[in-house]
Protein backbone atom coordinates (compact mmCIF):
# COMPACT_ATOMS: atom_id res chain seq x y z
CA UNK A 1 0.00 0.00 0.00
CA UNK A 2 1.26 3.34 -1.01
CA UNK A 3 1.74 5.93 1.63
CA UNK A 4 2.73 9.79 1.80
CA UNK A 5 2.92 10.61 5.20
CA UNK A 6 3.65 14.70 5.69
CA UNK A 7 4.94 16.26 9.42
CA UNK A 8 6.49 18.70 10.82
CA UNK A 9 4.07 21.42 10.69
CA UNK A 10 2.33 23.79 13.64
CA UNK A 11 2.51 27.32 14.91
CA UNK A 12 4.93 30.08 14.21
CA UNK A 13 5.58 33.63 14.32
CA UNK A 14 5.81 35.23 11.31
CA UNK A 15 9.51 35.70 10.67
CA UNK A 16 10.37 31.93 11.99
CA UNK A 17 11.25 28.60 10.09
CA UNK A 18 9.70 25.02 9.82
CA UNK A 19 10.95 22.17 8.09
CA UNK A 20 8.47 19.61 6.53
CA UNK A 21 8.63 16.40 5.92
CA UNK A 22 6.80 13.89 3.48
CA UNK A 23 8.16 9.62 4.29
CA UNK A 24 7.21 7.71 1.13
CA UNK A 25 5.89 3.78 2.00
CA UNK A 26 4.97 1.58 -0.77
CA UNK A 27 6.53 2.59 -4.03
CA UNK A 28 10.29 2.69 -5.04
CA UNK A 29 11.04 6.15 -3.92
CA UNK A 30 13.60 7.03 -6.49
CA UNK A 31 11.37 6.60 -9.35
CA UNK A 32 9.23 9.21 -8.45
CA UNK A 33 9.06 12.79 -8.69
CA UNK A 34 8.55 14.61 -5.69
CA UNK A 35 6.60 18.15 -5.27
CA UNK A 36 5.18 20.05 -2.22
CA UNK A 37 1.75 22.20 -3.13
CA UNK A 38 -0.29 23.81 -0.47
CA UNK A 39 -4.25 25.05 0.24
CA UNK A 40 -5.35 27.69 2.19
CA UNK A 41 -8.94 28.63 3.06
CA UNK A 42 -11.37 29.00 0.16
CA UNK A 43 -8.22 29.06 -2.23
CA UNK A 44 -7.60 26.43 -4.74
CA UNK A 45 -4.62 24.05 -3.94
CA UNK A 46 -1.22 25.46 -5.15
CA UNK A 47 1.94 23.94 -6.56
CA UNK A 48 4.89 25.30 -4.32
CA UNK A 49 8.22 23.05 -5.16
CA UNK A 50 9.15 19.92 -6.55
CA UNK A 51 12.55 18.00 -7.40
CA UNK A 52 13.23 15.13 -9.85
CA UNK A 53 13.59 11.70 -8.69
CA UNK A 54 17.52 12.18 -8.06
CA UNK A 55 17.43 15.65 -6.61
CA UNK A 56 19.41 17.63 -8.96
CA UNK A 57 16.38 19.87 -10.09
CA UNK A 58 14.42 21.30 -7.69
CA UNK A 59 11.55 23.47 -9.04
CA UNK A 60 9.60 26.69 -7.17
CA UNK A 61 6.85 28.63 -7.73
CA UNK A 62 7.76 32.21 -8.29
CA UNK A 63 6.01 33.81 -5.06
CA UNK A 64 8.62 31.97 -2.67
CA UNK A 65 11.01 34.71 -3.78
CA UNK A 66 13.66 31.65 -2.30
CA UNK A 67 12.71 31.58 0.90
CA UNK A 68 11.74 27.63 1.14
CA UNK A 69 13.97 24.77 -0.29
CA UNK A 70 13.02 21.29 -1.41
CA UNK A 71 15.71 18.24 -0.82
CA UNK A 72 15.10 14.78 -0.80
CA UNK A 73 16.60 11.30 0.70
CA UNK A 74 16.33 8.36 -1.29
CA UNK A 75 17.97 6.38 0.81
CA UNK A 76 15.23 6.80 3.48
CA UNK A 77 12.30 7.61 1.38
CA UNK A 78 11.83 11.18 2.48
CA UNK A 79 11.71 14.67 0.90
CA UNK A 80 11.62 17.67 2.79
CA UNK A 81 10.42 21.21 2.80
CA UNK A 82 12.53 23.97 4.34
CA UNK A 83 10.81 27.03 4.93
CA UNK A 84 12.08 30.35 5.89
CA UNK A 85 10.92 33.79 6.42
CA UNK A 86 7.39 32.76 6.87
CA UNK A 87 4.58 34.56 6.14
CA UNK A 88 1.14 35.17 7.26
CA UNK A 89 0.28 34.74 3.84
CA UNK A 90 1.85 31.31 3.78
CA UNK A 91 -1.02 29.71 6.40
CA UNK A 92 -1.89 26.69 4.55
CA UNK A 93 -2.17 22.96 5.08
CA UNK A 94 0.67 21.59 2.88
CA UNK A 95 0.29 18.15 0.95
CA UNK A 96 3.32 15.89 -0.63
CA UNK A 97 2.67 14.51 -3.63
CA UNK A 98 4.48 11.86 -5.93
CA UNK A 99 4.20 10.95 -9.67
CA UNK A 100 6.25 8.21 -11.57
CA UNK A 101 8.39 9.66 -13.99
CA UNK A 102 9.90 12.96 -14.79
CA UNK A 103 9.15 16.24 -12.47
CA UNK A 104 5.84 18.42 -13.17
CA UNK A 105 4.51 21.17 -11.81
CA UNK A 106 0.57 20.54 -12.28
CA UNK A 107 -1.61 19.21 -9.57
CA UNK A 108 -3.77 17.29 -12.04
CA UNK A 109 -0.36 15.70 -12.81
CA UNK A 110 0.10 13.50 -9.37
CA UNK A 111 -2.00 11.32 -8.65
CA UNK A 112 -0.40 10.36 -5.27
CA UNK A 113 -1.09 12.35 -2.47
CA UNK A 114 -0.72 12.76 1.13
CA UNK A 115 -2.98 13.64 4.48
CA UNK A 116 -1.41 17.13 4.77
CA UNK A 117 0.10 19.16 7.70
CA UNK A 118 -0.97 22.27 8.92
CA UNK A 119 1.11 25.08 9.02
CA UNK A 120 0.12 28.98 10.66
CA UNK A 121 2.00 31.67 10.87
CA UNK A 122 0.91 34.51 13.10
CA UNK A 123 2.00 37.94 12.24
Known amino acids: QVQLVESGGGLVQAGNSLMLSCAAAGLRFSNYAMAWFRQAPGKEREFVAA????????VYTDFLKGRFTISRDNAEDIVYLSMNSLEPEDTAVYYC????????????????WGQGTQVSVSS
Open 51 to 58: INWSGTTP
Open 97 to 112: AARSGALKTAREEYLL
